[in-house]
Structure formats: C-alpha cells, structure tokens
T-cell receptor, first 112, second 112 residues
Framework: ELKVEQNPLFLSMQEGKNYTIYCNYS?????LYWYRQDPGKSLESLFV?????AVKQEGRLMASLDTKARLSTLHITAAVHDLSATYFC????????????FGTGTRLQVTL | DTEVTQTPKHLVMGMTNKKSLKCEQH?????MYWYKQKAKKPPELMFV???????INESVPSRFSPECPNSSLLNLHLHALQPEDSALYLC???????????FGNGTRLTVT
C-alpha cells in the first residue's frame, strides 16, 4: 500500500526567507504531484513530476523529484504572504492510473 | 475560476434525507473523480469514472451512490448519511486516467 508522508505539518516563516517541504512515499510511484489549497477552497495543481531528477519551477516555488530516494521537495524562495496556504503532495499508485494518495499536507504561514 | 463546476456549494441535510451532488466539466476530459476531504485532512479518493464506466470504488459505503450520465456530468447521490459524513466533497476531472486532475470548488456538506 502506497503511503505518503510530508514534513513539516506546519511551517511558519518570515517573508523573504527560504524553506523546503519534504514529501516521502513508500513504494514506486509513476508520478508525483504538488497541489495548493487555500482555506475553504479547492485544490490548485502546481506541479507534475514524471521522472527521476525532474525539476520544475514557477515563480518562488520549485519542485524536484528523486525516485531512487522516493523523495520530492517543494522549495520556497524568498517567501511572500501570498504563499500562505496548505500544500499537498500526491503520489500516483503504479499500475493504477488515477489513484492518487495524498500526503498529510503542510500548512504554510508566511508572516510579515 | 475553476473549469469544473460543482453544485450546490453548501448543503445541509438530515440523516433521513436524499440529496444529490452534481459536477460538470466541458473540457472533454474522460476521467472524473469524487474525493472526500475532512477538515485539516488530505483528500481521500471515493470513486473514479473512466470513459463513463466506474473504474475505482474505494470501498465507499452504499449510502453514497455515484452516477455518470455522460462524459461531462458526474453525480453523487446521498441517502441516509451519518453526521460523520460531513465534509468537503470535491469533484475532479482529468484528460485521461493518469493525467493531472482539475478540481472543482467543492460542496461543503453538513449532516445533522
């Protein structure tokens, strides 16, 4: 059974600082996704990582994937208040397309 | 703005009521999903429809009954729910199974 763990669960950071959210998954996965969720809102797709060594960047967020270590990271550069949200990683079960297992989520709070 | 539309946005129902949640997308996506999300928890997969056929049922209680009338519509029929079924119900679609999911804004369900 695929299990996905994220850490930290909660992250309070100052504007302008850098930080990384970690996502570990337990078994081989075909794809790794990152989503953002604002309070009371739906999930917004941020990144899809398809292969070992994949790196994607959008603005102040950069995601990477190491399939050998079964680890994905979401790096935040020079955080701004608008990035405050909950971030989920999700891994796709190999051989069962469409079945995503979500991580526990990281609630990010960027303070002024 | 999301391209996956869910109605209603909020629903309060008693344990003896019958209600339905509706989801619609016009992106030509062939896979549609129902997820359940409790407060401060990650989404949990309930059902997947692929090319209008139910392909995944995550052992969901029979008081939840999905229906896919056509490739653009997905319903979730609710009957005899329990208070613990109160949650945010998210619909999603993807171009094909295994492609990134587009989530709707969700229906916040309260069972009294």
């Amino acid at each position: 059974e695929l299990k996905v763990e994220q850490n930290p669960l909660f992250l309070s950071m100052q504007e302008g600082k850098n930080y990384t959210i970690y996502c570990n998954y337990s078994t081989t996965s075909d794809r790794l996704y990152w989503y953002r969720q604002d309070p009371g809102k739906s999930l917004e797709s941020l990144f899809v990582l398809l292969s070992n060594g994949a790196v994607k960047q959008e603005g102040r967020l950069m995601a990477s994937l190491d399939t050998k270590a079964r680890l994905s990271t979401l790096h935040i550069t020079a955080a701004v208040h608008d990035l405050s949200a909950t971030y989920f990683c999700a891994a796709e079960n190999t051989g069962t397309a469409s079945k995503l297992t979500f991580g526990t989520g990281t609630r990010l709070q960027v303070t002024l | 703005d999301t391209e996956v539309t869910q109605t209603p946005k909020h629903l309060v129902m008693g344990m003896t009521n019958k209600k339905s949640l509706k989801c619609e997308q016009h992106m030509g996506h062939r896979a549609m999903y129902w997820y359940k999300q409790k407060a401060k928890k990650p989404p949990e997969l309930m059902f997947v429809y692929s090319y209008e056929k139910l392909s995944i049922n995550e052992s969901v209680p029979s008081r939840f009954s999905p229906e896919c009338p056509n490739s653009s519509l997905l319903n979730l029929h609710l009957h005899a729910l329990q208070p613990e079924d109160s949650a945010l119900y998210l619909c999603a679609s993807s171009q094909d199974p295994g492609r990134p999911l587009h989530f709707g804004n969700g229906t916040r369900l309260t069972v009294t």
